[in-house]
Antibody
Framework: ELQLVESGGGLVQPGGSLRLSCAAS????????MTWIRQAPGKGLEWVSV???????NYADSVKGRFTISRDNSKNTVFLQMDSLRTEDTAVYYC?????????WGQGTTVTVSS | EVVLTQSPGILSLSPGERATLSCRAS???????LAWYQQKPGQPPRLLIH???SRASGIPDRFSGSGSGTDFSLTISSLEPADFAVYYC?????????FGQGTKLEIK
């Protein structure tokens, strides 16, 4: 069974940092495009970042320069390092396999940025 | 970036009725890169349709997708109680990937 499990969310003050993890089973993160999607409370879906199978990365303008996506092939895990967090980053963050369509989703981890 | 506009925002129908949801793109996109998702409260989205008209694994055949260019639609032929949810279209023809704002399908 293909599974993605996110962790690392929590409550953080504006300007703070968090590191999200996405542990994969049943699929190999280094062989896939892996994407983070977020959803603010009561809002729609927003694409955040992707790491390509070749290791390249891309970011939404709203997080560029503040977020960093990476992976650890030995742990089959993808990470999202989030720095300089803002209140508008408050959302559920989903880790997703990207085949141009998004076919495997984790359950999400909640990030709350508030003082 | 490609803007996707979904209509209607809310669709009120009864079980057994046919539902048609629309997704319009701000520029021409390839059908290969248009997908539809269903989301229920407290759950992640679930892939329904990819490549505009291909059902994802395990999706019942009452769900169908169509369209090309800038106009796409999702049709549910006969609504079942489990189908009442929020539906999103998404394009991956260019970065950043974008989603429509969603159509909420509610029970009338």
């Amino acid at each position: 069974e293909l599974q993605l499990v996110e962790s690392g969310g929590g409550l953080v003050q504006p300007g703070g940092s968090l590191r999200l993890s996405c542990a994969a089973s049943g699929l190999t993160v280094s062989s896939n495009y892996m994407t983070w999607i977020r959803q603010a409370p009561g809002k729609g879906l927003e694409w955040v970042s992707v790491i390509y199978s070749g290791g390249g990365t891309n970011y939404a303008d709203s997080v560029k320069g503040r977020f960093t996506i990476s992976r650890d092939n030995s742990k089959n895990t993808v990470f999202l390092q989030m720095d300089s967090l803002r209140t508008e980053d408050t959302a559920v963050y989903y880790c997703v396999r990207d085949l141009y369509y998004l076919d495997v989703w984790g359950q999400g981890t909640t990030v709350t940025v508030s003082s | 970036e490609v803007v996707l506009t979904q209509s209607p925002g809310i669709l009120s129908l009864s079980p057994g009725e046919r539902a048609t949801l629309s997704c319009r793109a701000s520029e021409t996109i390839s059908s290969t890169y248009l997908a539809w998702y269903q989301q229920k409260p407290g759950q992640p989205p679930r892939l329904l349709i990819h490549d505009a008209s291909s059902r994802a694994s395990g999706i019942p055949d009452r769900f169908s997708g169509s369209g090309s260019g800038t106009d796409f639609s999702l049709t549910i032929s006969s609504l079942e109680p489990a189908d009442f949810a929020v539906y999103y279209c998404q394009q991956s023809t260019s970065q950043p990937y974008t989603f429509g704002q969603g159509t909420k399908l509610e029970i009338k």
